[in-house]
């Protein structure tokens, strides 16, 4: 009998008409897709306020109104002396201007156009608008691998995946924010200049992979990503002049354009993250060279010998890098490199890397948080790009292995692993629709007669009018045309596969279609519970069940503002450097750009330190006045005292025979604030300036810290080198004025005590005269 | 908008031109009710021709009050109160202390007594010996008591008290000086004299026995203080004065046992003019900064930049009551600092322009926020002390020499590669039929 | 009186002399002590108060510990090997630079009345004594000893390199050749290289690369790294397997997520791939229910899991 169809599909549709409502409406899929990835990024600004996010997108905001108001080049040269202070920083020469120039050249291009925006809401709305961007790119790319309808889901759930929105919500204006856009699209772009062999395309891929040097310290990964998938596709036999044209292409422009970001300069040619690249680039020359020889001699011998050559020169050049670099001509991996292989090195060496929260292992559930059902398509999705393997699909595997790896080892790096595991998810997925929403059925096992093979295979297009005369049965091949048009299956096309009756095709959709509503509601709920909260500001919610909203940071940054001197330096743990200088636009010590290890041991140190030592200190860099976070009484748990101890660390690998970190801890090797805390940790500076007063509010009940769940001593701690200036509502933010000398020359501890009417002993006359007899 | 002043407080006060000090011209008398007034008549007058106004009172009574709303009422202070256990509640240790930081001057006379004042005196840095224990010598060969002594003055601190002096008569009790720089030391105590218990001059052997018992040796020799001057932060002075009689009129006139007139008049009078910042007293009127051959002050300056720093001092002139400009001083430093000075240098004074102090030097190849530091601190003289801050930023971006010659390799290498290109690529386009099928071989292999 | 100054003054050069004579015979003696058993010194009450006398002019790094049986001290014997290696190392230095700084051990047995007075419950300790007198006093004159940081490990080699810091001259200590590591490097090499013919095929077959990665992400997204660098233990106590908290897991969850994950891309790659070759519809409509039942039953599974880790997680599916 005659190939059935499961269901009737439209019959009297002409290929173009399909053509161009398919293409339409992918226009429309795509505008719809842009929409709820901005929409769904606004959480924060409608849960909250139009405000920047956090630490870094704090410093990235002034540098941005630096830019808008001053014009490129001083900004260029921005020399920051509030920060760092007295050090201060060469802003131009250690950041990565890409984000800055882009919300820049957006802001001037709105006002040339004559519509004055803030450039604050410039700022703070560049992620979500760049999300967008980044759907679409994630389209091109998959539509590379497979086909437009993986594209529009793989562009869907890249849209609104948590994985991304994590660090593009509306406010958290950072690198990432427009990198991951960059990122997808040099990689598309490089996929298809390895595909079609285009130099023009290589070179896109260059000067995009320009934009992402500019804009994000991250760009190393693209700069390995692609050697390797060169590197790959060499030794898989798979060496093409199209890959050579590619790869050479982008090589050249990019590393090129890339030494022209100052922060990068010379990079590319002298530290070993860049190497990867230089040598497949010589590899490939020598293959080239190889393959012309080869193509103009024919002697066999020659040939091995050539080949045996090529081998020497490929281990020459390595071995040449190798030495170099134990010559030191080329720097070894930077610490922050080294510690994604080493894990335990950084912890070990470089106490600043493994303090940041975010360099910190993922579990598990963060990854269903941020992937959710997309993480287990994701293996799924790399089966199936191995089993048509083309060069792109090889591409895609090495980024599977790689992203996955370092998404365990770092937490931040889960950004990077998103991308890949929406396209293979994208990919599977899209490939069970197709397999389920195919009309076509196959016939009973014994007879496949020939025809409804050629009609199924053939493409909709003229040449099947005969076959459409032989037929009446048949479905009409416009129908077919619309069924090629869902099945993009492999495989169809050779022997006759597919899926028996209705039922089973509702099932499997519906079971899909659920799966896909049931990730909508996650990552709606995700978004707006878990990563839409600007930690400027914080939520709690009062017993009743209503918002409450802990104001505390920006209460005392204005104070700050409004009540200190211009030039008033202010000492606090890196932390909220960016923030203070951001919101309360006074000079700091040390900020979240955490370039100079010593300067953040000096504040590690005087933080850790007793009054006495700490109060030379705090006077040789001016400070005027000292900011610690406590979270004791209200229990916000990213305080100061729980970070107290990377500040001894810190501090330690500066001064170890000054501050050790044992000292910090009970006989028992217990780390607490209340009696039994040792006397080194009650006489810290940290821990005087946060209890200070503490036992006051409890009106004589016992005080208890709310974080550690531990109860603080009766009688506070004392200050006599410094002054209570402010504390916060809820005591999250305290600020302490340094005292300035006493003018009669005593140290301020007796003057204290004179201040307050103590009897000081009567002092014996020095020595010098002593009696003689 | 960075610059930072730190200059002495008394600039504020130039308004009192009329008055004698520097720093206004009331004047506080506590008078204990022991001391009558006319005994001290001589001093007083003086002072009050010098155009001071004076109000006596006595510790008892409360008005007029030192502070009120915590703001200092008198821009002078004398306490010839060296007996007395209480005084009104205004006058206490702390809020004599407290006038000093709001630049008024102290004057306190001292007694073998154990009073408030006599435990304050332990804050300025100055350790008294037990109560009752005067300073006692039996030298000069005197028919005077013991306690009653001709003291020679030596100049310990020069300019203070003006020079070749008589010797001056001195009753009370000495100090010894704990190391403190703020300490002025202006007059000590004879090499033979020591303290001991006055009343019953007994002999040399009680005295050690007493010295033991004290345990902290016998109060003797020329290292202890009767008159000492002392200069908190901030510009204000107080003098200690181991005995209130040195400025009576009956040691005024008192024969000295050599024959001849005493110091104690002009001594007492160049005390308080000291005190009340007559004399020795210096200010910083202005400092600037700007590259060579500008004038305009730069906001920031680049690294090795030739930098000109000058000062302005001048000196309070009692005689006309006028800041004059003062070019005296040679040994001053400016140092250009962050964290640590990168720069010391002298800042001479400049000839022919008086008062004016200027240095070129050129800013260290380091960036950073430095400050220009004068810190000029002499004993008498009033501490001169200026921060200025100023950024040093790296050279602009088009500020570093565009052609170097040390990169030849790189040019000739560009050149040498683009010129190639070009050759090559005319040939390649001008090539014959050869060429071409050469051409299509290799574009197969490409 | 004068004469009582002439006493002092004759005074004053004997007791100078004085010191550092009996000093220099106690350094004699603990330097033979040391000699005695290579390089590191075994104390008891007496030789502890000679090594830490206040007028040393010498260092010392003791360790505290508590190698008796009886103990059950584990770290004790772990630490102690290495604590020995490094001061034998030292015992390989110069003379006058060895007996400037020395390593003692102090056993709880032995010593039980320093260890009431130091107030000490736990071991093993490392005691590090800077020199309190001559040459080499520091120059903060904190003479009180401070406390090596085990946060560097049991390890002999950041014990030396941290202990370096006190002595005069760096530790010479080189970590012993590990013949058995890289001689077991070389033979699978070597193996590898002949064994090339017949695993070549299997090199070069794809689906073995495509097990290998599969197998790698899914681990890698298990959280199996985490469980490496933080050290997670297999299961906690009392038999539970799931770590309470959202930011912590246990060995064995690797292991189960791990397993779910393979099994529902399994069941999708069943219905993907393999599902339309069969043939006959009803064998077809079979695995059709079959697979799409594996995959709802085993989502709600993993859902429920996840709402184990994260309470507060509104979302569920059957369970």
New interface residues.
């Given amino acids: 009998m005659t190939a059935t169809t499961a269901y009737q599909v439209p019959a009297n549709l002409s290929p173009t008409t399909v053509a161009n409502t398919s293409s339409l409406l992918r226009i429309v899929a795509l505008a719809l897709i842009s929409g709820a990835a901005i929409a769904s990024r606004l959480f924060a600004v409608i849960n909250f306020e139009s405000i920047i996010h956090e630490f870094d997108p704090w410093f990235n905001y002034r540098a941005t109104k630096v830019l808008a108001s001053e014009g490129f080049?001083a900004f260029?040269?921005w020399?920051d002396?509030t920060a760092w202070?007295?050090?201060?920083r060469?802003v131009?020469g250690t950041i990565y201007p890409g984000l800055m120039a882009t919300s820049g050249v957006i802001y001037s291009a709105l006002r040339a156009v004559h519509l004055p925006v803030d450039i604050r809401n410039i700022c703070v709305l560049l992620a979500p608008g760049f999300s967008a961007l980044t759907a679409w790119a994630t389209y091109m790319f998959t539509k590379e691998m497979k086909d437009e309808s993986a594209g529009l889901l793989a562009a869907a759930f890249i849209g609104i995946v948590p994985g991304y929105i994590s660090r593009s919500v509306a406010g958290s204006y950072d690198n990432e924010a427009i990198a991951i856009f960059l990122l997808m699209f040099t990689f598309f772009a490089w996929i298809k200049a390895m595909k079609t062999g285009s130099a023009f395309f290589g070179t896109i891929a260059a000067l995009f992979y320009f934009y992402m040097v500019a804009a994000w310290g991250g760009y190393a990964f693209i700069t390995n990503m692609i050697p390797l998938h060169a590197l790959a596709l060499i030794l898989m036999g798979r060496y093409s002049?199209r890959l050579?044209?590619g790869y050479s292409s982008w090589y050249a422009v990019g590393t090129l354009a890339s030494m022209q970001v100052?922060f990068v300069g010379f990079q590319p040619v002298r530290t070993s993250e860049h190497m990867a690249a230089l040598g497949v680039f010589g590899l490939l020359q020598i293959i080239?060279f190889a393959?012309?020889v080869r193509?103009?001699v024919s002697s066999k011998q020659f040939q091995t010998l050539l080949f045996a050559s090529v081998i020497g020169l490929g281990l020459l050049g390595t071995a040449a890098i190798v030495g170099l670099t134990y010559k030191g001509w080329i720097a070894p991996w930077t610490g922050r490199f080294y510690s994604l292989w080493d894990?335990?090195y950084a912890k070990?060496y470089i106490p600043i890397i493994a303090s940041v929260s975010e360099h910190?292992?993922?579990?598990?559930?963060?990854?269903?948080?941020d992937l959710q059902?997309l993480?287990?398509?994701?293996?799924?999705g790399?089966?199936?790009c191995?089993?048509q393997?083309r060069d792109e699909h090889v591409f895609v595997?090495i980024y599977?292995?790689v992203a996955?790896?370092f998404?365990?080892?770092m937490v931040r790096l889960m950004l990077t692993?998103t991308p890949v595991v929406c396209v293979t998810a994208a990919i599977?997925f899209s490939?069970?629709l197709d397999?389920?929403l195919n009309p076509e059925e196959?016939e009973?096992?014994d007879e496949a007669p020939k025809p409804e093979a050629s009609t199924s295979a053939v493409a909709p297009d003229t040449s099947s009018a005969p076959t459409k005369k032989q037929k009446k049965a048949a479905p009409p091949p416009a129908g077919s045309t619309l069924a090629e048009l869902v099945t993009k299956?492999p495989?169809t096309s050779k022997r006759k596969?597919?899926?028996?009756?209705l039922?089973?095709r509702l099932?499997?959709v519906a079971?899909a279609i659920g799966?896909l509503v049931?990730f909508v509601?996650?990552c709606t709920?995700v978004t707006s519970n878990a990563y839409s909260s600007p930690s400027v500001v914080l939520a709690s919610s009062n017993p009743d069940g209503s918002q409450h909203i802990i104001d505390d940071f920006r209460e005392a940054y204005y104070w700050l503002r409004q009540n200190t001197a211009?030039?008033a330096v202010v000492m606090s743990w890196w932390d909220y450097g960016y923030q203070i200088a951001g919101m309360a636009d006074r000079p700091t010590l040390v900020d979240n750009n955490t370039w100079n290890n010593t300067h953040i041991a000096t504040v590690g140190k005087a933080m850790s330190s007793s009054e006495e030592v700490a109060y030379p200190i705090l006077r040789?860099?001016d400070v005027d006045y000292v900011l610690v976070i406590f979270g004791g009484l209200i229990g916000y748990s990213g305080d100061d005292i729980n970070k107290f101890l990377w500040m001894v660390r810190i501090a330690?690998g500066v001064w170890?025979?000054?501050i050790?970190?044992?000292?910090y801890f009970t006989?028992?090797?217990e780390y607490r604030v209340d009696d039994q805390a040792p006397q080194t940790m009650k006489d810290s500076l940290m821990y005087k300036m946060s209890y200070y007063r503490f036992a006051e509010l409890f009106g004589g009940n016992q005080p208890t810290d709310r974080v550690r769940g531990q109860q603080v001593p009766k009688t506070g701690p004392t200050l006599d080198y410094l002054d209570e200036a402010f504390t916060s509502e809820n005591w999250i933010v305290r600020i302490y004025q340094v005292k300035?000398?006493?003018?009669?020359?005593?140290d301020l501890k007796t003057a204290n005590a004179?201040?307050q009417?103590k009897?000081?002993k009567?002092?014996?006359?020095?020595p010098?005269?002593?009696?003689?007899? | 908008m960075w610059a930072r002043w730190i200059v002495p407080a008394l600039l504020g006060l130039v308004s009192f031109v009329t008055a004698k000090s520097s720093s206004g011209n009331s004047v506080l008398v506590i008078l204990e009710p022991k001391l009558d007034k006319d005994n001290f008549s001589k001093f007083f007058s003086g002072l009050e021709e010098k155009g001071y106004e004076l109000t006596f009172r006595a510790p008892k009574d409360t008005k007029p009050a030192i502070l009120e709303y915590d703001y200092a009422q008198f821009s002078h202070v004398i306490m010839f109160a060296p007996e007395t256990k209480s005084f009104s509640s205004d006058i206490t240790p702390q809020s004599l202390v407290s006038l000093l930081s709001k630049n008024t001057n102290l004057l306190i006379a001292l007694s073998p007594k154990q009073t408030p004042v006599y435990t304050l005196a332990s804050e300025f840095s100055l350790t008294l010996p037990p109560p009752g224990t005067p300073l006692i010598s039996h030298f000069p060969q005197r028919d005077d008591p013991a306690t009653v002594i001709p003291v020679p003055v030596r100049p310990v601190t020069p300019n203070v008290v003006s020079s070749k002096l008589a010797p001056v008569w001195f009753s009370g009790i000495p100090f010894a000086y704990q190391n403190n720089p703020l300490l002025v030391p202006i007059l000590n105590a004879p090499a033979e004299s020591f303290a001991s218990d006055g009343e019953t001059d007994s002999g040399a052997d009680a005295v050690v026995d007493a010295a033991d018992k004290g345990g902290e040796g016998l109060w003797a020799g020329s290292q202890m203080g009767l008159v000492a001057g002392f200069q908190p932060v901030g510009g204000a002075r107080a003098t200690w004065v181991g005995g209130v009689e040195m400025f009576s009129d009956e040691f005024f006139q008192k024969e000295l046992p050599g024959g001849g007139k005493p110091g104690n008049e002009q001594f007492a009078a160049d005390v308080a003019a000291w005190t009340f910042q007559e004399s020795l007293v210096l200010r910083i009127d202005s400092v600037e900064h700007h590259r060579v051959n500008e004038t305009v002050p730069g906001q920031v300056y680049t690294t090795n930049d030739q930098l000109v720093f000058s000062a302005y001092l001048s000196k309070y002139n009692p005689v006309s009551s006028a800041w004059e400009p003062f070019s005296g001083i040679q040994d001053m430093q400016l140092e250009f600092t962050m964290l640590d000075p990168h720069i010391r240098t002298a800042l001479p004074p400049v000839r022919g322009t008086p008062g004016k102090y200027s240095v070129t030097f050129r800013a260290p190849d380091r960036h950073g926020v430095f400050k220009f530091i004068i810190d000029y601190k002499r004993k008498g003289l009033t501490h001169l002390h200026s921060s200025t801050v100023v950024p040093l930023v790296p050279p602009r971006h088009d500020g570093y020499p565009r052609f170097l010659s040390a990169a030849w390799p790189y040019y000739v290498g560009a050149i040498s590669t683009s010129v190639g290109f070009l050759l090559f690529s005319a040939l390649w386009l001008a090539g014959d039929d050869r060429a071409g099928s050469a051409k299509g071989k290799t574009t197969k292999t490409e | 009186m004068l004469l009582l100054h002439f006493l002092a003054l004759f005074a004053l050069p004997l007791c100078l002399a004085a010191v550092p004579k009996d000093a220099q015979s106690i350094q004699e003696e603990l330097v033979k002590l040391a000699r005695a058993n290579n390089g590191v010194i075994k104390l008891d009450d007496r030789t502890y108060d000679m090594l830490t006398s206040p007028k040393r002019t010498w260092s010392a790094a003791v360790q505290l510990t508590a190698l008796d049986p009886r103990r059950r001290c584990a770290p004790c014997k772990d630490f102690d090997p290495s604590f020995k290696e490094v001061g034998r190392a030292w015992s390989g230095v110069a003379a006058e630079q060895r007996d400037s700084h020395f390593f003692a051990t102090l056993d709880f047995d032995h010593a039980m009345t320093v260890f009431q007075k130091l107030g000490i419950q736990s071991a093993p300790i490392v005691h590090v004594y800077p020199a309190a007198d001559g040459p080499r006093k520091p120059a903060n004159g904190r003479t009180a000893p401070s406390t090596y940081d085990f946060s560097f490990g049991f390890e002999a080699g950041p014990l030396a390199e941290q202990l370096s810091h006190h002595t005069p001259v760096p530790i010479p200590y080189k970590a012993p050749f590990n013949w058995s590591r890289w001689g077991g490097i070389a033979a699978s090499g070597v193996i590898l290289i002949a064994a090339l013919r017949f695993v070549g095929p299997i090199l070069q077959w794809k689906w073995t690369w495509a097990l290998g990665t599969v197998l790698t992400s899914l681990v890698m997204t298990s959280g199996y790294m985490f469980t490496r660098i933080r050290g997670a233990p297999w299961t906690g106590g009392n038999g539970q397997w799931i770590a309470p908290g959202y930011q912590n897991q246990f060995g064995q969850e690797t292991q189960v997520v791990a397993m779910i994950y393979g099994l529902l891309a399994s069941a999708f790659l069943m219905l993907t791939v393999v599902t339309p070759y069969t043939s006959s519809p009803s064998r077809q409509k079979a695995q059709v229910y079959l697979w799409s039942i594996v995959i709802f039953i085993m989502y709600s599974v993993l859902l429920s899991l996840f709402r184990v880790k994260n309470k507060g997680y509104p979302f569920k599916l059957l369970l």
């Fill in positions: 080049y260029w040269n020399f002396p202070y007295p050090l201060g060469v131009g002049s050579y044209v100052p080239a393959e012309l193509s103009h894990t335990g070990k910190q292992p993922t579990a598990w559930p963060s990854f269903f948080m059902f993480i287990f398509l994701f293996p799924a790399v089966i199936l191995f089993k393997l595997i599977a292995i996955s790896y998404a365990g080892v692993l599977a490939t069970l397999t389920y196959p009973a096992i299956a495989g596969t597919g899926v028996f009756g039922d089973t099932l499997v079971n799966m049931f509601w996650h709920w211009e030039d040789k860099h330690q170890p025979d000054e050790q970190e044992p000292n006989r028992t090797g300035k000398e006493d003018p009669l020359g005593r004179f201040e009417g009897k000081r009567r002092t014996k006359p020095s010098r005269r002593k009696a003689i007899a």
